[in-house]
């Protein structure tokens, strides 16, 4: 089973950004499906944005023209590109491996640690 460690998370100013890396032990990236997913205290974890084994992407409304999801096959990590947050962003942000269907539903079969980003006003 995958590793997934994601790195990059931390307190940036509203309209400030971040890029979130998460990068996989494994030797099958490639062939998966990776999602960003995000918890805000209270509240249950959501999809932000994911990625296919081909590149199709897809985002939440909240994020979508603001955030921007990719994935680098040859470092085994997907990245997402944060740009104009919010306060509203604040979260711990997870990646999640899997198909698909299953990533954007966040049942994929790994996930990681997460990180948090959190944006102050």
């Known amino acids: 089973q995958a590793q997934l460690v994601e790195s990059g998370g931390g307190l940036v100013q509203a309209g400030g950004s971040l890029r979130l890396s998460c990068a996989d032990s494994?030797?099958?990236?490639?062939?998966?499906?990776m999602a960003w997913h995000r918890q805000a205290p209270g509240k249950q974890r959501e999809l932000v944005a994911g990625?296919?084994?081909?590149?199709?992407?897809n985002y939440a409304n909240p994020v979508q023209g603001r955030f921007t999801i990719s994935r680098d096959d040859a470092k085994n990590t997907v990245y997402l590109q944060m740009n104009s947050l919010k306060p509203e962003d604040t979260a711990v942000y997870y990646c999640?491996?899997?198909?698909?269907?299953?990533?954007?539903?966040?049942?994929?079969?790994?996930w990681g640690q997460g990180t948090q980003v959190t944006v102050s006003s």
């Open positions: 990625i296919s084994n081909a590149d199709f992407t």
């Open positions: 494994g030797n099958l990236f490639s062939a998966y499906s």
């Open positions: 999640n491996q899997g198909s698909f269907s299953a990533v954007l539903t966040g049942t994929g079969t790994s």
